[in-house]
């Protein structure tokens, strides 16, 4: 039952060499997404407005809004909500059951309105909420979350946890920083950050959960301290439930460690344990069951695509959703225009496949008879197949997206760390490299 055949064990490299690639790694990564992304630009003002949305290619219709209400961060109403001893929001108008009247994508359950996303960012605009008055820097009735602090939870770890985790899993410094140009340049995570810029809940919640990945990765293939694997799940189930699929990896490399068995097990117990019993009890304080989520009653008031498409079979999740969500996450084709001088990506608003737009992620499937011989990665393979049945299983393919989609960073990045494991070498390497040109070029044009 030992561990040797899931651990790269590499020739070390001098820590000057290792320093020099990632720096290189942080200038290339400003330089190549620095005027998209305008970090300089964060705020996270609880209210998106149509300035906003048309910055982002986005109209009222896009989003199914028809002019009014639009998309708040949810964290930060929930924060506040919190603070002023509520569990719900306050209604933005007199009739809380018409979706223009609320914020968009609450839940309305016995006359009250309560947001449904998961709590990670709640938790951090609580704590960021106490901090700024205690500095002075804002009054309590403040709703936005001080710049500098949001930029450094949000987006400063993503480079510096994915370099770490791609280490860890292939061992060499310069696939990795290749491999972390990859996941912020060559995914929908760049789309992410750019539309983090206004505080989109969704988007935020994406990012730290691809943050909790990398942690629960970089550990379970590297030196298996398994704290940071705990701490990673934890992040991930308060951004994105079904990541909750990648416990049984995480027990399953704790479990097979020949040493000191107990304390792994038990990290990762209490990380399940605190992961899902955070979410089961706030289910229970605000619809009155462990077990509702209150995402069946956020279309309440809405008659959009999306709403139609939910109220179909009478839930938000069904098998019956599968085929046009294969079409879009594996087949759907992006749309490529003239525009001027120039020319731009587009597509369907449910998204497109996600091997058009980030091809190196095949990588992953055609090492199959490799990772499938190393125990721990073909647990994290298996459990991230049962977050894209229930990916597939779900009345939509996320927020409007032309030309990606988004919901593959639910698995990316532990497809790219067992990509990391098979390492960089021959034909190999230059594949690579011209896979990550092609998707850095793709996201660029995107519109």
Same mark, same amino acid.
């Given at each position: 039952m030992g561990d040797s055949p899931d651990r790269c064990r590499p020739p070390s490299e001098p820590r000057w060499q290792v320093a020099l690639v990632f720096l290189l790694l942080i200038v290339g990564l400003q330089l190549a997404s620095g005027p998209r992304v305008r970090l300089s630009e964060w705020t996270t003002s609880p209210m998106?407005?149509?300035?906003? %949305? $048309?910055? &982002?290619?986005?109209?009222?219709?896009? =989003?199914?809004?028809?002019?009014?209400?639009?998309?708040?961060?949810?964290? %930060?109403?929930?924060?506040?909500a919190w603070r002023d001893g509520r569990l719900d929001l306050q209604p933005t108008g007199p009739d809380p059951r018409l979706g223009v009247n609320r914020p968009r994508d609450t839940a309305y359950h016995d006359g009250k309105v309560y947001n449904v996303f998961p709590p990670l960012f709640t938790f951090l605009s609580c704590v960021a909420l106490w901090l700024q008055e205690l500095q002075g820097l804002v009054g309590r009735e403040a709703t936005v979350f001080y710049a500098p602090w949001y930029v450094a939870l949000v987006a400063l770890p993503l480079p510096i946890v994915g370099f770490w985790a791609f280490c860890s899993a292939g061992g060499r410094s310069v696939p990795a920083a290749v491999l972390t140009a990859y996941l912020i340049l060559g995914t929908p995570l760049l789309a992410m950050l750019a539309n983090a810029r206004v505080g989109s809940i969704n988007e935020v919640n994406h990012l730290l959960c691809c943050t909790g990945l990398l942690l629960v990765v970089g550990d379970l293939l590297g030196k298996r301290r398994i704290w940071p694997a705990a701490l990673g799940l934890v992040i991930a189930m308060w951004t994105r439930q079904l990541t909750v699929f990648y416990v049984p990896a995480a027990l399953w490399v704790a479990w097979r460690l020949t040493a000191h068995r107990r304390r792994p097990l038990i990290l990762i117990a209490a990380a399940a344990f605190i992961g899902l019993g955070t979410l089961a009890t706030l289910n229970y304080l605000k619809f009155g069951s462990v077990f509702e989520t209150g995402y069946? @009653? =956020? #279309?309440?008031?809405?008659?959009?695509? #999306?709403? &139609? &498409? $939910? @109220? $179909? #079979?009478?839930?938000?999740f069904d098998v019956r959703f599968m085929p046009i969500n294969l079409w879009h996450m594996m087949a759907s084709p992006p749309v490529v225009e003239q525009a001027g001088m120039g020319i731009r990506v587009t597509g369907h608003p449910d998204g497109t496949a996600i091997w058009m737009t980030s091809p190196l992620l095949l990588l992953a499937l055609w090492d199959t008879r490799r990772w499938w011989r190393a125990p721990a990665q073909r647990a994290l393979m298996l459990c991230s197949l049962a977050v894209i049945v229930g990916l597939l299983c779900y009345h939509t393919t996320g927020s409007v997206q032309h030309g990606f989609y988004r919901f593959g960073l639910d698995f990316a990045p532990v497809w790219l760390a067992v990509v990391a494991c098979g390492g960089f070498a021959g034909r190999r390497q230059w594949v690579m490299l011209a896979l990550l040109a092609y998707s850095a070029i793709y996201f660029h044009l995107l519109a």
């Amino acid at each position: 039952m030992g561990d040797s055949p899931d651990r790269c064990r590499p020739p070390s490299e001098p820590r000057w060499q290792v320093a020099l690639v990632f720096l290189l790694l942080i200038v290339g990564l400003q330089l190549a997404s620095g005027p998209r992304v305008r970090l300089s630009e964060w705020t996270t003002s609880p209210m998106v407005t149509p300035r906003d %949305l $048309a910055g &982002r290619g986005q109209s009222d219709e896009d =989003i199914g809004v028809r002019g009014s209400g639009f998309g708040e961060n949810h964290g %930060l109403l929930e924060a506040r909500a919190w603070r002023d001893g509520r569990l719900d929001l306050q209604p933005t108008g007199p009739d809380p059951r018409l979706g223009v009247n609320r914020p968009r994508d609450t839940a309305y359950h016995d006359g009250k309105v309560y947001n449904v996303f998961p709590p990670l960012f709640t938790f951090l605009s609580c704590v960021a909420l106490w901090l700024q008055e205690l500095q002075g820097l804002v009054g309590r009735e403040a709703t936005v979350f001080y710049a500098p602090w949001y930029v450094a939870l949000v987006a400063l770890p993503l480079p510096i946890v994915g370099f770490w985790a791609f280490c860890s899993a292939g061992g060499r410094s310069v696939p990795a920083a290749v491999l972390t140009a990859y996941l912020i340049l060559g995914t929908p995570l760049l789309a992410m950050l750019a539309n983090a810029r206004v505080g989109s809940i969704n988007e935020v919640n994406h990012l730290l959960c691809c943050t909790g990945l990398l942690l629960v990765v970089g550990d379970l293939l590297g030196k298996r301290r398994i704290w940071p694997a705990a701490l990673g799940l934890v992040i991930a189930m308060w951004t994105r439930q079904l990541t909750v699929f990648y416990v049984p990896a995480a027990l399953w490399v704790a479990w097979r460690l020949t040493a000191h068995r107990r304390r792994p097990l038990i990290l990762i117990a209490a990380a399940a344990f605190i992961g899902l019993g955070t979410l089961a009890t706030l289910n229970y304080l605000k619809f009155g069951s462990v077990f509702e989520t209150g995402y069946q @009653t =956020i #279309y309440v008031g809405r008659d959009d695509m #999306y709403a &139609r &498409r $939910a @109220t $179909a #079979y009478g839930r938000p999740f069904d098998v019956r959703f599968m085929p046009i969500n294969l079409w879009h996450m594996m087949a759907s084709p992006p749309v490529v225009e003239q525009a001027g001088m120039g020319i731009r990506v587009t597509g369907h608003p449910d998204g497109t496949a996600i091997w058009m737009t980030s091809p190196l992620l095949l990588l992953a499937l055609w090492d199959t008879r490799r990772w499938w011989r190393a125990p721990a990665q073909r647990a994290l393979m298996l459990c991230s197949l049962a977050v894209i049945v229930g990916l597939l299983c779900y009345h939509t393919t996320g927020s409007v997206q032309h030309g990606f989609y988004r919901f593959g960073l639910d698995f990316a990045p532990v497809w790219l760390a067992v990509v990391a494991c098979g390492g960089f070498a021959g034909r190999r390497q230059w594949v690579m490299l011209a896979l990550l040109a092609y998707s850095a070029i793709y996201f660029h044009l995107l519109a």
